[in-house]
C-alpha cells in the first residue's frame, strides 16, 4: 500500500499550525498530564516541512516526533476516552478534542503526515520474493525462527519458556544503576498501546469479511476479557501499573512516549483506519502475537527482578499464555487464511506488514536503548558536555525558563550542549522523582534524537544550546 | 429442597440457568444435559466441532479438545421419558431459570476440515 495525499504541502502546512495551536494540543507546566486524556501537547513545530518523507536516517528526528504526536491525537479522536474523575472534571476538552473544527483540520492534515511518517517503510527493506501460500507458509516459519521463536513439532508456535534468562533488552534495563527508572520507561512505552488495547484492532470487527472476521473477532474477546471489565487486558494492565507506583490514568506520560513508540502505535491504528491496509495489519499482528508469549514471559521476569514481589504482572502472565493461542490463531486463520481466500494477490501486501513490523521493533528496541544508556548516566554526559563546550558552534539559542513555563518535551536533530548561565535547571530524560539538576555553568551533552524536557528549578534559569559537531560514538 | 424442571426434548435443547448455560450433548446415543463452558476460558462448547475420533470436542475459541467424558461430568441430573425429560437443577439455584432451542453443532459427525491444532484438556 502506498500512502498518498490531494493537499498540498501549504495547506497541509497551515492546517496543521491550526490544529497544533488548539489550546488542548498546547504545551502546559506539568510535567506530568494527570486524569485528562484530551490534553496532548505536541510542542513547536519550528520550520519543519512535512511534505518530504522522513528517511530511515531521520526516523529519530524532531520531525517524527512531532508528526507521531499529532498522529496519535487524530487515531485517538475516533476512539472513547473519558477522564476517570468524571465528564465534568474535562467537558470543554472533550467537546473540543471531538468538535468539528478539530476534526475537520485532523482529516486535512493526516493524509500528508501518514506519507511523512511512513513512506521510509517502503524504501527501507527490498520485499523479499514471496508468492505463493507455500512461499508465504516457509518465509513466516523462518521469520519467526530467526526471531528466536521457531515453530514446534506440531507447526505451531512454541510454548513459552518460563525459566528462561533474561536477555536483550530486557536485561539491560536491569543492568542499568536506575533500574526502576529504565523498567517505568519501558511500562510507559508499553502504555501507550496497552491503556487502549486492541481499539486498533476494534476497527477491523465490522464489515463483512469471511470467516476471517469472526477468527479476529475471538482474539478480540480475549483481549477485551470476554465482556468482564477485570479481565480486560487493559484493565490488568492498569493493575501492573498501579503496583509499582506508576499512574493509571491514559497519557500520563505522554511527554516520555519515545519517537519510535509513537510512530510503531501509530502505524497499527494507521493500517486499521485506512482499510487499504488491513492485510498489511494482519500479518503484522500475526507477526507480534507469535513473538508476544515469550516476549511477555520475558517482561515479567524483567520486572520481578526490578522490582521483586511488589509488582503484580499478571498482565505478562496473561500474554505468556493467551499468545501462545493467538500466535497460532493468526498465524492460521488470519495470515494463512487470507491468503488461502484472496490469493497471490495479496500476499505481497501480508509479507510487507511483517517486514514494516520487524524494522519497527528493530528501530524501536534501538531507541529505547540508547534512551536508558543516556538518562542513566546524565552526570557522565554532563561531564562530557563541560569536556565538549569549546568544540562547540557558534549557534547559541538561549531561553528563561521559570517554574510556571509551558514544558515539553523533544529531541534535536544534532547533538547538543545545554549550558545553564544563571540558576538551575532540572532535566527529565525519563518519568522520575529525582530528575538530573543542572547547576550554573553546567554543560549537558545531550545526543541526537534523545527525548528531554528542561524545567526551571530556580525562580529564574537561563539556558543556552549550542550544537556539537559529532566526532564520538555517544 | 431441589429444583426441578420439565422439558420437551423435541421443542428445546438448551437449560439457562442464571448465567450457566446447559446443552443437550448427544454421548454414544444418550442425550445428557451438559454445562457450555469450555473449561479453558468458558468457550461455547455447544458450538464445538468433534475431533475425528468423536470422542472430543474441539472449543471454538482457542482450539482445546476437551473430551466428552469430562463434559459429561458436567451433565445435569436427567430423567427421560420419550421426548419429556425431567430435570434436577443444581443445588441452592434460585437463579432464573429458561429453556430454548439454539444451533449445537456439537452432535454433528466430526469436522472434515478440522485441523489438529490446541492443547489437551481433559
Ligand atoms: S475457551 Fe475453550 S479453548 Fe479457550
Ligand atoms: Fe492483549
Ligand atoms: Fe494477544
Redesign the pocket.
Known sequence: MTVTTTATATTTGSALARYCAQRIFQPVPDVLIAGNPFLRPIGPLGEHDFSVPATEAEFLGSGQLLAGRVLCNAYESDMILLPPAGLASAKDDFDLFYGDEVRALRDRVRPGLERYAFSFLDDAVPAPPVRTLDELQAYFLAEVGGAGAPADASGSNPAVDAAAPVSGTMKAITECRHPEEAAALHLIQLALDALTEASAMARNLGGSYGVEQSELFK?FN??FGYGVYGAKHSTIFKEMLASVGLRTDLHAYWNFYLTSSLVGVNYFNWLTEDHRGMFRYMAAVTYL?WL?AQGFADTGAMLRAVYGDRVDAKYCDE?AH??VH?GRMTYENLLLGLARAHGELVIPELVRGIEDTKLLLRLGDADFRAQIAWADALDAHTEAGAALATAAMDDAVTGTLRPGSPFSTGVYDADRLVEVESGEVDVHAWATQNPHRLGTGDVLLVPRGRLHGLKAASPEARVTVRTVERTFDA | MARVIVMDLSRHNTVMVGHDRYFVLDTGGRAELVRDHCPHRGGPLSLARRTPDGRRLSCPWHGTKVGVAAVRRSRLPMVRSGDEALVVLPDGADAPVSVTHREILANLPPDPTHHDEGAEHG
Open positions: 482474539i480475549d483481549e502475537e508476544f500474554h493467551i499468545d493467538h
